[in-house]
Structures are given as C-alpha cells and as structure tokens.
C-alpha cells in the first residue's frame, strides 16, 4: 500500500500570501497524484490531476508540481475562499489511498 | 453537465445492511470507473471500493468480505451493498469519477450520503 503523508497538517496564512503544501508518498507513483479542495459540508473538489495538469474551472493560484514520490501543491496570493482542507490521493496502484490531509486557515 | 445523484444510507444497527445508490447523468456509468469514498465524522478522505469500466472490482482491507459494488446498465446506477455493517462505518460516503475512463483525477462527486451504524 502507498502511503501519503501530508506536510503540514495545519497552516494559518494571511491573505495574499503563499501557501505550499507537501505529499510524499511511500513509494514511486510516478506522476498519479491529484490533489482535492474540500470545505465543511462539501464534496471534495478536484484541483489538480496527474501531479501538475491543471482542471477547467480552477482558478490559476492553484497550481502543483512534483513526480516519482514528492509532490506539492501550491496556492499564490491566498483568498479568503481557500480556507478549506486540502488532500492529495494516489491512483497508481490499489488500494488507492488519500494523505492525511492539510487544514489551512485564514489570518 | 456530468452528475452524480446519490441515495439510500440511514441509521442501521451493528450487523445490519444497507445498499448505497449513485447515479449518473449526462454520461453513462458503464463506460467509467466509479469509485466509493467514506469520510468518518471529523476525520480525512478514506477510499473505499473501486469499480472498472471492464468490470474488475476492489476493496479496502477494511470492508473486504463485507461490501460490494456493482453496477445496473439499464439505470445507469453504481451501487455499494454494505452488509455486516461496524459501527467504525459510520460516515459519509461519497461516490466519485472522473472526465473518461482512464482519468483517475476524479471531478465528479456525488452529493454524499451519510451511514450512521449503532444500537
């Protein structure tokens, strides 16, 4: 099984500034990672597919960068309407599993 | 627009059952992946069962033997029987799928629907 492991678990970022966010997993996934928006009482949201690819509809502060076994997700310019838990999930093999899961708060 | 409309769950006691219902629209279920996604009360995303467009299924150590997942063509519906159900199922479950078969980044989410196992 590969394991996902968030990093960090909890960040509090004023607005406009960067937030970076880590996955490392326990083993190469080459580039199947994808990373997901989920606020309270929410469906996840999918913000990134396949390490970098960006998804119709997100706005560009979102971006992601990685492969093989370390990967990050980064927000530029933080707004208010991130605050959110942000999860990364690994598709290359089963059982797919997802990282702990990062809270980001706004100052 | 893709879709996922889900139902059933509910309050059942330990060692019940109860069938999870996601349906598609504006794309047909049979062609895609679909996969099963529970979230415990405050706790993060867990992956839970898997279903190929080729047919081809899977599970979590944690539900293996007790859940399955299949699908109905003429309703274009995923289904996830949940039988021997633990208390430690109690969650949100949420089924999920992606823009074409092959494309594990998944897009498309369902509503949730929340499964509350106790006595």
């Known amino acids: 099984e590969v394991v996902l492991t968030q990093s960090p678990s909890f960040q509090s970022v004023a607005p406009k500034e960067r937030v970076t966010i880590a996955c490392r997993a326990s083993q190469n996934i080459v580039t199947s990672l994808h990373w997901y928006q989920q606020k309270p009482g929410q469906s996840p949201k999918l913000l990134v597919k396949y390490g970098s690819q960006s998804i119709s509809g997100v706005p560009s502060r979102f971006s992601g960068s990685g492969s093989g076994t370390d990967f990050t997700l980064t927000i530029n310019s933080l707004e208010a309407e991130d605050a959110a838990t942000y999860y990364c999930h690994q598709s290359k093999s089963v059982p797919w599993t997802f990282g702990q899961g990062t809270k980001v708060e706004i100052k | 627009e893709f879709q996922l409309v889900q139902s059933g769950g509910g309050l059942v006691r330990p060692g019940g059952s109860l069938r999870l219902s996601c349906a598609g629209s504006?794309?047909?279920?049979?062609?895609?992946?679909m996969a099963w996604v529970r979230q415990a009360p405050g706790r993060g995303l867990e992956w839970v069962s898997l279903?190929?467009?080729?047919?081809?299924?899977y599970y979590a150590d944690s539900v293996k033997g007790r859940f399955s997942i299949s699908g109905d063509n003429s309703k274009n519906t995923v289904y996830l029987q949940m039988n021997s159900l633990r208390v430690e199922d109690t969650a949100v479950y949420y089924c999920?799928?992606?823009?074409?078969?092959?494309?594990?980044?998944?897009?498309?989410w369902g509503q949730g629907t929340t499964v509350t196992v106790s006595s």
């Open positions: 999920a799928s992606g823009s074409w078969d092959g494309d594990y980044g998944m897009n498309v």
């Open positions: 504006g794309f047909t279920v049979s062609g895609i992946y």
């Open positions: 279903i190929y467009s080729a047919g081809r299924t």
